[in-house]
């Protein structure tokens, strides 16, 4: 319960960022959004940064350099941010999914894919940020 509590304030904080027009017309009724905040860094296709095929993400998508997504650490599957996830990251316009996991050293941090663009990875850096993501509501009623 407390868990609820503390992303309930976070999204009374962060609501201006997490529900622009668009997404409140459309997903308003069918998505709830929770707020949670995380560290922020940006990875790319390259061998050298992954595991295996660098265009193959860990639930088997393929990634193409302009895809609006996002790899999580693994302790952020637990809140439900899980494959396809809607993700809303603070300063982005955009809303970004959930196709990549993050090797399993990493806590409470997700990566931006940013293609094969190196140079713009290493200038993104590392930054704190608050991040919304939406829970479809039919799974919250069915688990109960």
Not at 48 to 75: E, F, N, Y
Not at 93 to 115: E, L
């Amino acid at each position: 319960m407390k868990r609820f509590f503390s992303i309930s304030v976070t999204i009374c904080f962060f609501s201006a960022g997490c529900n622009t027009a668009a997404e409140t017309s459309q997903n308003a009724e069918i998505h709830h959004w929770y707020g949670h905040e995380v560290i922020v860094s940006a990875y790319n296709s390259v061998s050298w940064q992954t595991q295996g095929d660098p265009s193959i993400a860990a639930w088997g998508d393929t990634l193409k350099p302009g895809m609006k997504c996002i790899a999580v650490s693994r302790d952020l599957l637990h809140i439900g941010l899980k494959h396809n996830t809607m993700v809303m990251i603070d300063t982005f316009p955009d809303t970004f999914y959930v196709k990549d996991k993050m090797n399993r050293r990493w806590k409470n941090r997700i990566d931006i894919y940013m293609g094969k663009d190196i140079k713009k990875a290493r200038a993104w850096g590392k930054r704190k940020l608050n991040i919304c993501y939406a829970i479809p509501i039919d799974t919250l009623t069915s688990s109960k």
